[in-house]
């Protein structure tokens, strides 16, 4: 009855969700999918999927699996956002089997382990209403709505297929059983599925000793036959792996700080900060109104020291108090315990040191299951009073449908760009990527006609200027005004470009900038934008002569300044040192000496395009690029011989 119940359960989601399938792709959807060539096969051979595979960029180990999909999805229904989030629906739906079966297993565990009686009947209760909760909980709704958050939702359904294995093979230690070796393997296999769609894979040893402790508190079988082999699981998962990373972090600590070299803040301000993150995710799960949720969270007011903003230190003495309460309760109440040490855990890659954005809700897909399953005890706990019970019961049905009703609401606004970032603007209008998304969404209505933009542009230009107010180095409000004014042919306002090149001269180089300024370059071919050449030589000045632009943002923008000097202003010269300029600073990374030789044949210098492109082959450890290197060779050939027989010709 009660996987009937989720059924019924999981069609009521998809319905709620359907209406967001209509919706566009957003901020990362474009880098990663939308303009990210790789992805968009025209077969599947071994060559195209492995291409694709390997092409993602958002992680060190590159996120095949992800990319993989993005590019099925691709092969099967193009660039329709409807069908990738279907897809990402579909996965989230499976997702949330998955957490009923391994509710069904964790309660199996601690009733085998417990001293206290738990009915069958109780433990599928229990594991439903989690499996419903998680879900229709409306803070689960990034991962579906926004296509590229895929990668948590696909690394967190392997990540709960590892766990499933894990607690398996527990239970099979503790009745004394064969056969949970093959099972802990499979979990190792699955961890490894998880890592390669997101690295927040990695953390499945850490959430399955988590729920070890506090669960099954370490017990075996009355002949402890596991117990070797339970030692050795996390000392090859967690112990081994964990030392090893914290060693090459202490003798590389660059591979932190480097990240934080275009952040407005630094480790130990995130680190502070990600203490009152923490706080607010929990505030979302227990209160998810749509005014407080968001695409965007770049509002959230970074903590500068212990006591700016005060909340800094409630919160971390708040932290320390729960984990206290975490370790103390693990025997009397390990619901609690598994609870909070679950949730902290699933944070720890993305709210610790890594100098990533510091607050984003797709971030709570995994975590959130922890306060989940708290959340089903607690309400399927008999209490003395029957009228305290119905109640409680009552409580807990009004809670459910408010999750679904927000879910609803929230699925509506992502069906309309307009809409939805309207909605983001007013629910946060200090943020300021999402006012400038709605100055963008103004300005893109503005290009289809004449009456629209007679209504729509002088809402964009006001929307993007008050976006550019709210941080003194964001920079993209100028970018769209400058595209979108020169698209419908009017003048740009010259004080527009002097305070862009002051900012992108003066001030640290934003999360975002090297994007929005490679579109505005991209645009002068494929939209024709007009842009005065001498102002697209400003702006490309005052991005290379900013100390800050460093790393792989820098050879990205010397690649796109240097397609500009080649295909918009036959600068042959000038393209030529930039993107040897882009390929010298990333030596590990071919694609950009890959350009090189593009560039190359197109002047002619084929002998140096053959040499550019052995040195791109060499580099090419993995074979990403070995159709890219197939077709310059084959290309410098015909170049060759057709020169040849010019040649021949005008002898003879």
Same mark, same amino acid.
């Given at each position: 009855?009660?996987?009937?119940?989720?059924?019924?359960?999981?069609?009521?989601?998809?319905?709620?969700?359907?209406?967001?399938?209509?919706?566009?792709?957003?901020? @990362?959807?474009? $880098?990663?999918?939308?303009?990210?060539?790789?992805?968009?096969?025209?077969?599947?051979?071994?060559?195209?999927?492995?291409?694709?595979?390997?092409?993602?960029?958002?992680?060190?180990?590159?996120?095949?699996?992800?990319?993989?999909?993005?590019?099925? !999805?691709?092969? =099967?229904?193009?660039?329709?956002?409807?069908?990738?989030?279907?897809?990402?629906?579909?996965?989230?739906?499976?997702?949330?089997?998955?957490?009923?079966?391994?509710?069904?297993?964790?309660?199996?565990?601690?009733?085998?382990?417990?001293?206290?009686?738990?009915?069958?009947?109780?433990?599928?209760?229990?594991?439903?209403?989690?499996?419903?909760?998680?879900?229709?909980?409306?803070?689960?709704?990034?991962?579906?709505?926004?296509?590229?958050?895929?990668?948590?939702?696909?690394?967190?359904?392997?990540?709960?297929?590892?766990? +499933?294995?894990?607690?398996?093979?527990?239970?099979?230690?503790?009745?004394? #059983? /064969?056969?949970?070796?093959?099972?802990?393997?499979?979990?190792?296999?699955?961890?490894?599925?998880?890592?390669?769609?997101?690295?927040?894979?990695?953390?499945?040893?850490?959430?399955?000793?988590?729920?070890?402790?506090?669960?099954?508190?370490?017990?075996?079988?009355? #002949?402890?036959?596991?117990?070797?082999?339970?030692?050795?699981?996390?000392? *090859?998962? *967690?112990?081994?792996?964990? =030392?090893?990373?914290?060693?090459?972090?202490?003798?590389?600590?660059?591979?932190?700080?480097?990240?934080?070299?275009?952040?407005?803040?630094?480790?130990?301000?995130?680190?502070?900060?990600?203490?009152?993150?923490?706080?607010?995710?929990?505030?979302?799960?227990?209160?998810?109104?749509?005014?407080?949720?968001?695409?965007?969270?770049?509002?959230?007011?970074?903590?500068?020291?212990?006591?700016?903003?005060?909340?800094?230190?409630? $919160?971390?003495?708040?932290?320390?108090?729960?984990?206290?309460?975490?370790?103390?309760?693990?025997? /009397?109440?390990?619901?609690?315990?598994?609870?909070?040490?679950?949730?902290?855990?699933?944070?720890?890659?993305?709210?610790?040191?890594?100098?990533?954005?510091?607050?984003?809700?797709?971030?709570?897909?995994?975590?959130?299951?922890?306060?989940?399953? *708290?959340?089903?005890?607690?309400?399927?706990?008999?209490?003395?009073?029957?009228?305290?019970?119905?109640?409680?019961?009552?409580?807990?049905?009004?809670?459910?449908?408010?999750?679904?009703?927000?879910?609803?609401?929230?699925?509506?606004?992502?069906? !309309?760009?307009?809409?939805?970032?309207?909605?983001?603007?007013?629910?946060?209008?200090?943020?300021?990527?999402?006012?400038?998304?709605?100055?963008?969404?103004?300005?893109?209505?503005?290009?289809?006609?004449?009456?629209?933009?007679? /209504?729509?542009?002088?809402?964009?230009?006001?929307?993007?200027?008050?976006?550019?107010?709210?941080?003194?180095?964001?920079?993209?409000?100028?970018?769209? *005004? +400058?595209?979108?004014?020169?698209?419908?042919?009017?003048?740009?306002?010259?004080?527009?470009?002097?305070?862009?090149?002051?900012?992108?001269?003066?001030?640290?180089?934003?999360?975002?900038?090297?994007?929005?300024?490679?579109?505005?370059?991209?645009?002068?071919?494929?939209?024709?934008?007009?842009?005065?050449?001498?102002?697209? @030589?400003?702006?490309?000045?005052?991005?290379?002569? !900013?100390?800050?632009?460093?790393?792989?943002?820098?050879?990205?923008?010397?690649?796109?300044?240097?397609?500009?000097?080649? /295909?918009?202003?036959?600068?042959?010269?000038?393209?030529?040192?930039?993107?040897?300029?882009?390929?010298?600073?990333?030596?590990?990374?071919? #694609?950009?000496?890959?350009?090189?030789? =593009?560039?190359? +044949?197109?002047?002619?210098?084929?002998?140096?395009?053959?040499?550019?492109?052995?040195?791109?082959?060499?580099?090419?450890?993995?074979?990403?690029?070995?159709?890219?290197?197939? #077709?310059?060779?084959?290309?410098?050939?015909?170049?060759?011989?057709?020169?040849?027989?010019?040649?021949?010709?005008?002898?003879?």
């Amino acid at each position: 009855m009660t996987l009937l119940a989720l059924g019924a359960c999981m069609a009521v989601v998809f319905l709620i969700y359907l209406p967001g399938l209509e919706g566009q792709f957003v901020f @990362d959807d474009y $880098s990663n999918i939308k303009n990210h060539s790789a992805i968009q096969i025209e077969d599947l051979s071994f060559e195209s999927l492995y291409g694709a595979a390997l092409s993602g960029e958002s992680g060190p180990l590159k996120r095949p699996l992800s990319m993989l999909s993005f590019a099925l !999805n691709y092969y =099967a229904n193009g660039l329709s956002p409807y069908f990738f989030k279907l897809t990402n629906l579909i996965i989230h739906l499976l997702n949330g089997l998955v957490i009923y079966f391994l509710t069904i297993l964790i309660l199996k565990g601690y009733r085998a382990t417990s001293p206290r009686d738990l009915s069958s009947a109780r433990i599928y209760l229990v594991s439903l209403i989690v499996a419903a909760l998680w879900l229709a909980h409306p803070l689960n709704l990034t991962p579906v709505l926004y296509v590229v958050q895929r990668m948590t939702s696909l690394s967190a359904g392997f990540t709960l297929l590892a766990l +499933i294995l894990f607690v398996m093979a527990r239970l099979w230690m503790i009745d004394d #059983k /064969r056969g949970a070796t093959p099972l802990l393997a499979l979990s190792i296999l699955s961890m490894v599925l998880a890592s390669l769609a997101k690295e927040n894979g990695l953390l499945f040893p850490l959430l399955a000793f988590v729920t070890d402790a506090t669960i099954f508190r370490f017990r075996l079988g009355p #002949k402890r036959k596991g117990c070797r082999l339970l030692v050795g699981f996390f000392a *090859l998962t *967690l112990t081994i792996p964990a =030392a090893a990373a914290l060693g090459y972090i202490g003798m590389h600590p660059d591979w932190i700080t480097n990240g934080y070299t275009n952040r407005d803040f630094s480790l130990a301000e995130r680190l502070l900060t990600e203490a009152r993150v923490l706080w607010f995710y929990v505030s979302l799960l227990l209160l998810p109104t749509n005014s407080r949720l968001g695409l965007y969270h770049d509002d959230f007011l970074v903590s500068h020291n212990l006591f700016e903003p005060i909340t800094t230190l409630l $919160s971390i003495v708040g932290i320390v108090i729960a984990i206290t309460v975490a370790f103390r309760s693990i025997k /009397r109440m390990p619901m609690v315990s598994f609870a909070i040490l679950f949730f902290l855990a699933g944070h720890l890659m993305e709210s610790s040191v890594f100098g990533l954005e510091l607050v984003h809700e797709h971030r709570n897909y995994l975590p959130d299951y922890g306060p989940a399953l *708290l959340a089903g005890w607690i309400v399927t706990t008999p209490l003395a009073s029957r009228r305290s019970q119905i109640a409680l019961h009552g409580f807990t049905v009004l809670f459910g449908i408010a999750l679904l009703a927000v879910t609803a609401i929230r699925a509506q606004y992502w069906s !309309n760009p307009l809409e939805h970032s309207m909605q983001e603007a007013l629910n946060h209008p200090d943020s300021p990527r999402a006012v400038a998304t709605l100055g963008a969404v103004y300005g893109e209505l503005a290009t289809l006609s004449e009456d629209n933009e007679e /209504r729509y542009y002088p809402l964009a230009c006001r929307t993007l200027l008050h976006a550019a107010e709210l941080r003194d180095n964001f920079t993209i409000p100028y970018f769209k *005004l +400058i595209g979108i004014t020169n698209e419908i042919g009017r003048l740009t306002n010259p004080l527009w470009i002097n305070e862009l090149t002051e900012r992108l001269l003066h001030r640290p180089i934003a999360a975002g900038t090297v994007s929005i300024a490679n579109w505005l370059i991209d645009s002068q071919r494929e939209k024709n934008y007009l842009v005065d050449p001498v102002v697209m @030589d400003q702006i490309i000045k005052s991005v290379l002569a !900013n100390p800050t632009l460093g790393g792989r943002n820098r050879a990205e923008f010397l690649t796109a300044a240097s397609k500009y000097f080649w /295909r918009n202003r036959g600068d042959y010269e000038s393209a030529l040192y930039l993107i040897a300029k882009a390929a010298d600073s990333q030596p590990s990374r071919p #694609k950009y000496r890959l350009h090189l030789v =593009a560039l190359l +044949i197109t002047i002619g210098r084929y002998a140096d395009a053959e040499e550019e492109l052995r040195r791109v082959a060499d580099l090419d450890h993995l074979g990403i690029l070995h159709q890219d290197i197939r #077709k310059y060779q084959a290309l410098i050939h015909d170049k060759i011989q057709t020169g040849r027989a010019r040649s021949n010709g005008v002898s003879g």
